[in-house]
């Protein structure tokens, strides 16, 4: 069952997209939202690789790739340990 909303799937099930914006939406962007923020999966590839962009105040901010390296970046790998890279884009 997933651990975030009791839906009956499991993690196994999820294809490598559908994890990274599981998390996204279910831990990251509210925490983005509540500093007035977001962000936005731009794209995955069969590598494993994420392209990821902030927006609202986090676009643009002097903090942003700490944001992006200590934050984002760290809770994804802490939960999708089969991800190769983590950028962001403009």
């Known amino acids: 069952m997933c651990e975030q909303c009791g839906c009956g799937e499991t993690s196994a099930d999820q294809t490598f997209e559908e994890k990274v914006k599981e998390i996204i939406a279910s831990t990251i962007r509210p ?10 999966l731009v794209e995955t590839d069969a590598d494993n690789n994420i392209k990821l962009r902030l927006q609202g105040a986090c676009q643009g901010c002097p903090g ?11 809770i994804l790998r802490e ?12």
């Open 31 to 40: 925490a983005l939202q509540a500093h007035g923020g977001d962000i936005e």
């Open 64 to 74: 942003a790739k700490m944001t992006m390296t200590a934050g984002v970046e760290r």
């Open 79 to 90: 939960q999708i340990p089969e991800i190769k890279e983590v950028t962001a884009v403009d």
